[in-house]
């Protein structure tokens, strides 16, 4: 299969990297092409951006959660029918698990999909040195796969002279600058990027920089070194299907801005198992969809909306009747602070919530167990029985008076490990956001389970 792709990374984290890439999406788009866009690692913020603010097709691409096969397998199902694939890395381009391996990084996923990579490099408070810097990382590994390079917050006229120098002394092709751009920044919040629907006229600045790259960058060039990736072969993992007496469960997905750090391709897993997907937002309806036999809430921002949710006592008691009934469910990070008997909000306040769990959640000044993790389960429970493994990552600020015991969590790199999740026959609560393709087995055995529910 032949995909035109190529990859964006850079030295360091806070190097520009989101920004650009969603300027070059943009013109790419705006030239009329059909473009497919990705994410290293487990991030749900920035393919949000690429998704909803540029109308891109945007995964992830996570080396961790899922073998070189099943990677290949999701990145050529992903961009079917496209123009163009691009990739955004994540942190340094060779950071991998743990801070100390490339296990895990930008790099291996170049590796894994032989794609050509584009190192972004802040020009902002240094000249000769850049050359430098682009030579240890084209030399680090012999197999470095990056390509190019684009020079970010650099002047016009310092571009020109270190563009001749990078090419002449380093023997590999300059794309471009970036200028300075302050108007055009990306802000943050605790947990990452702002969301695309709280910048203000972020389309409009989307815009307004692709015409700016237009200028400085040789997105012609860019094209033809996407073009120049090699044929990819990728074949379908074996995935299990539901028993026709199951039938096909209805299964109700939180969406909205409490919840939405939903791994699309979990979905469409579940989809390809025979499941049918229901959206529905706990803020905004007052009841769960009908016909339902199963549950997903998902992670995200409930403490901002602590009191919204709250307020909404008839889905509260809708979501806790039916957990409390038997309805299979998945609640992971937020929809499991959701679940709790009280919720602090980002105001200090608490607030109750659906009160499943029987216990309070917490704002805390730390980042709590960061970071990829691989999950066992200690007891036979929703995803499986006692001994399943599934791969996820946990990224939060808040805490609970009662995060479980149901699962052993380890870290990939070091000697971390935890008890975590409230978990039984129907429920899986906890903090960790969990990757389906990283055990297909245990989603199968969610949707068996919703498929059970709803016969019963």
């Known amino acids: 299969m032949k ?8 030295p360091a984290s806070g190097s520009g990297k989101t920004l650009i890439t969603c300027g070059i999406l943009q013109a790419l788009i705006n030239r009329g092409l059909k473009v497919a866009s990705f994410k290293c690692g487990p991030d ?38 496209c123009d163009v694939a691009v990739a955004e890395g994540v942190m340094g381009y060779y950071d991998g698990l743990g801070g100390v391996k490339t296990e895990g990084s930008t790099y291996e996923v170049a590796c894994t999909l032989d794609m050509p ?28 796969h990056i390509r190019a390079v684009i020079l970010n917050q650099v002047s016009p006229m310092i571009y020109q002279a270190l563009k001749k120098q990078i090419e002449e002394e380093l023997g590999i092709r300059v794309l471009g600058y ?17 969301l695309p629907g709280e910048i203000e006229k972020l389309k409009e600045k989307l815009n307004r920089l692709a015409g700016v790259l237009e200028e400085t960058l040789d997105l012609d060039a860019f094209l033809k070194l996407a073009g120049e990736a090699s044929e990819l072969q990728a074949q379908r993992p074996p995935v299990p299907n539901l028993a026709p007496d199951l039938g096909k469960p209805r299964i109700a997905v939180a969406e909205d801005e409490a919840f939405c750090f939903t791994y699309l391709d979990n979905l469409e897993l579940l989809k390809e198992m025979g499941a049918e997907l229901v959206p529905f937002s706990p803020l905004e309806d007052q009841k769960l969809p009908e016909g339902i036999s199963g549950m997903i809430l998902s992670g995200g921002y409930p403490e901002l909306h602590a009191a919204r ?13 039916a957990v409390e009934g038997g309805m299979p469910c998945i609640a992971e990070c937020g929809g499991f602070l959701y679940l709790h008997r009280e919720l602090e909000g980002t105001d200090g306040a608490f607030y109750p919530m659906a009160g499943v769990i029987d216990a309070k959640a917490y704002k805390t000044d730390r980042l709590g167990r960061f970071g990829y993790i691989t999950l066992e389960a200690r007891e036979d429970q929703l995803l499986g029985p006692e001994g399943t493994t599934i791969r996820g990552h946990e990224f939060h600020y808040w805490d609970s008076e009662q995060c ?20 039984g026959e129907t429920l899986y609560a906890g903090f960790p956001h969990l ?6 087995g245990a989603a199968f055995e969610f949707l068996k389970k919703c498929g059970e529910y709803h016969r019963c």
């Open 44 to 81: 749900y913020i920035d393919p949000m951006f690429h998704g909803k603010v540029i109308g891109t097709k945007s995964r992830n691409l996570d080396t961790f959660f899922t073998d070189a096969g099943t990677t290949r397998y999701l990145f050529a199902r992903n961009t079917s029918g």
């Open 178 to 194: 970036v200028p300075k751009v302050p108007e055009l920044v990306l802000e943050s919040r605790h947990l990452g990027l702002q």
């Open 404 to 423: 479980g015991e149901s699962f052993h969590a380890r870290k990939p790199a070091g000697r971390r490990e935890w008890n975590c999740v409230c978990a």
């Open 117 to 144: 990579a584009v190192l972004i490099v802040n020009g902002r408070g240094a000249s000769l040195s850049l050359l430098a810097l682009v030579k240890g990382f084209l030399e680090y590994r012999g197999d470095s």
């Open 309 to 321: 949710l709250s307020a909404n006592e008839t889905m509260r008691e809708a979501v806790r009747r």
């Open 3 to 10: 995909i035109p792709r190529i990859l964006l990374t850079a």
């Open 435 to 440: 990757f389906y393709y990283s055990n297909p």
